[in-house]
Each structure stands twice: as C-alpha cells, then as structure tokens.
C-alpha cells in the first residue's frame, strides 16, 4: 500500500523553527511532484509549497506561496528515499494550520494523487 506520513509539527513561538518531514512508502516508480498544503481552523486548504522533480537532466523546481516566501523551504531528499521536507523559519502566528504533504506519483497504484493524515502546526506565544 502507497502512502504518505508526515511528522515534525508541533507549538512553537513566533519568530521560531519548525522543520516538517513526508515520507512516501510503498512500491513507487516515480514522483513527479511532492507539495505541502495548509488548512487553517475554519478556512479552506492551500498550497503552501511544491517541489517538481526535473529528471536525470534537470534540477528540481520549487514554487511558494507568497505569504511563506522567503520564510519556508521546500526540499527533497535523494529520489531513492521519496522524502521531502519543509523548513519554516521565523513563524508567524499566522501559519498556524493542519500541514499536509501531498505527491503526484506513479506507484503499484497506478498513477494517483496522495495525501498524508497532517499535522498540527501553531504558532503562539
């Protein structure tokens, strides 16, 4: 079974670090785009940032939304590991949301979307 888990969300105060980790198990052949997604209390999901793979000749590619940008890093571990991260940096209370990992990738499955359970991010004083 393809899935993914996320881990590294927790309270933080603002100004503070958190770095989120997702990681894809399973049978998969390829990834072609792992994101991360936010849904604050109440409000609807969006996407916070995402990471394209560019192949064997290319290097990856990464968007960000602009109220994280400059303050959040998306980045993948080697493709043998199918794992990406986000390092939020200087937090705001604002930020604070239900984080959720979300990859476009060819598995056992097929090809499908997935995404991880989420967790919590909050960022209080």
């Known amino acids: 079974q393809v899935r993914l888990v996320e881990s590294g969300g927790g309270l933080v105060q603002p100004g503070g670090s958190l770095r989120l980790s997702c990681a894809a198990s399973?049978?998969?052949?390829?990834?072609?785009?792992m994101d991360w997604y936010r849904q604050p209390l109440g409000k609807q999901r969006e996407l916070v940032a995402q990471i394209n793979s560019g192949g064997m000749h290319s290097g990856d590619t990464t968007t960000y939304a602009d109220s994280v940008r400059g303050r959040f890093t998306i980045s993948r571990a080697n493709a043998a590991e199918n794992k990406v991260y986000l390092q939020m940096n200087s937090l705001k209370p604002e930020d604070t949301a239900v984080y959720y990992c979300?990859?476009?990738?060819?598995?056992?499955?097929?090809?499908?979307?997935?995404w991880g359970q989420g967790t919590q991010v909050t960022v209080s004083s």
């Open positions: 979300h990859a476009h990738m060819r598995s056992v499955e097929g090809v499908k979307e997935y």
């Open positions: 399973g049978m998969i052949f390829m990834v072609y785009t």
